[in-house]
């Protein structure tokens, strides 16, 4: 009776100590969020002789200073831009290469898969200056296909596996179904299979999206030959150069850079849990 009130006792604590971590990491990553926010608030002369408290008077006017003088808004568009068509590109090759890695007879798939994925372990600094070279040739270097295609590029071999995982957990049923009643494999893939993305496609929107939009080596390296354009990274870096010291409109961009991650992810988290749970089980 002791040994088993011991292991009760022993239970709670581990749960105790559990939920000790979950509420020390909740608070590690919320806490530096609020702060940029109530920063954001506040003039440069509060922050500075109130740098943990609420704002007394809030300083919208932080947000159109950063948007205009900071420049962060045709940055902005620009990150814009340049990520909703890689990742448009990515979801569409991705998905196709992944149904039909998964689900067609193509030799040696496995293989070409972990060849695919072992691409993406070399450091990329190791693949810069090829691609700096190849774009440069082509005349791209300084536009915005210079970051759109290298974007696809070092984004596909990761959406293609997460697709591949995915339609291997479907029915293999459902296609062969579709096939008896005449369907060719773009049909099965656009009537079948389609409506039955929404967790990979998820998945691999907020992957690719948090990658692409906070990525400036090599934004600055392909944009670095002219000024007109500037992602959303480089914006905030240029912007903490000529602002060194003035912190509210310097988090007020911060700001503006994570708005869009936060309402993405609120608007798919749904799928997104589904994604990352969905080759728990196969079929």
Same mark, same amino acid.
């Given at each position: 009776?002791?040994?088993?009130?011991?292991?009760?006792?022993? !239970?709670?604590?581990?749960?105790?100590?559990?939920?000790? =971590?979950?509420?020390?990491?909740? /608070?590690?990553? #919320?806490?530096?969020?609020?702060?940029? /926010?109530?920063?954001?608030?506040?003039?440069?002369?509060?922050?500075?002789?109130?740098?943990?408290?609420?704002?007394?008077?809030?300083?919208?006017?932080?947000?159109? $200073?950063?948007?205009?003088?900071?420049?962060?808004?045709?940055?902005?568009?620009?990150?814009?831009?340049?990520?909703?068509?890689?990742?448009?590109?990515?979801?569409?090759?991705?998905?196709?290469?992944?149904?039909? %890695?998964?689900?067609?007879?193509?030799?040696?798939?496995?293989?070409? /898969?972990?060849?695919?994925?072992?691409?993406?372990? %070399?450091?990329?600094?190791?693949?810069?200056?090829?691609?700096?070279?190849?774009?440069?040739?082509?005349?791209?270097?300084?536009?915005?296909?210079?970051?759109?295609?290298?974007?696809?590029?070092?984004?596909?071999?990761?959406?293609?596996?997460?697709?591949? !995982?995915? @339609?291997? $957990?479907?029915?293999?049923?459902?296609?062969?179904?579709?096939?008896? !009643?005449?369907?060719?494999?773009?049909?099965? @893939?656009?009537?079948?299979?389609?409506?039955?993305?929404?967790?990979?496609?998820? $998945?691999?929107?907020? %992957?690719?999206?948090?990658?692409?939009?906070?990525?400036?080596?090599?934004?600055?390296?392909?944009?670095?030959?002219?000024?007109?354009?500037? $992602?959303?990274?480089?914006? /905030?870096?240029?912007?903490?150069?000529?602002?060194?010291? !003035?912190? &509210?409109?310097?988090?007020?961009? #911060?700001?503006?850079?994570?708005?869009?991650?936060? =309402?993405?992810?609120?608007?798919?988290?749904?799928? @997104?849990?589904?994604?990352?749970?969905? &080759?728990?089980?196969?079929?």
């Amino acid at each position: 009776m002791n040994t088993r009130r011991r292991l009760v006792n022993m !239970d709670r604590v581990v749960e105790y100590i559990n939920r000790l =971590i979950v509420i020390a990491v909740i /608070v590690s990553i #919320i806490y530096p969020i609020l702060f940029v /926010v109530l920063t954001s608030l506040k003039t440069t002369k509060e922050f500075y002789s109130n740098v943990w408290g609420i704002p007394q008077q809030i300083a919208w006017s932080n947000y159109p $200073t950063a948007w205009n003088e900071g420049r962060i808004g045709p940055a902005f568009l620009t990150s814009a831009f340049v990520v909703s068509v890689s990742i448009l590109v990515i979801l569409v090759f991705g998905a196709l290469a992944g149904y039909a %890695f998964a689900r067609l007879e193509i030799p040696k798939a496995e293989l070409i /898969v972990v060849l695919l994925v072992a691409t993406t372990m %070399f450091p990329s600094e190791s693949v810069i200056m090829p691609i700096y070279i190849t774009l440069s040739k082509a005349g791209l270097i300084g536009t915005h296909y210079s970051l759109i295609i290298p974007y696809i590029g070092w984004s596909l071999p990761i959406t293609i596996y997460i697709f591949r !995982d995915f @339609f291997q $957990t479907l029915p293999v049923d459902l296609i062969e179904s579709a096939r008896i !009643d005449g369907s060719n494999e773009l049909g099965v @893939f656009l009537r079948i299979m389609l409506p039955l993305m929404l967790p990979a496609i998820a $998945t691999c929107a907020i %992957f690719n999206f948090v990658n692409l939009w906070g990525e400036l080596l090599w934004a600055t390296i392909a944009l670095a030959s002219q000024s007109t354009i500037r $992602t959303i990274p480089m914006g /905030v870096v240029e912007f903490k150069g000529q602002f060194s010291t !003035d912190w &509210g409109p310097l988090s007020a961009a #911060i700001c503006i850079v994570l708005l869009p991650l936060i =309402i993405f992810f609120l608007f798919v988290q749904k799928y @997104f849990v589904q994604g990352l749970t969905a &080759g728990a089980v196969k079929a």
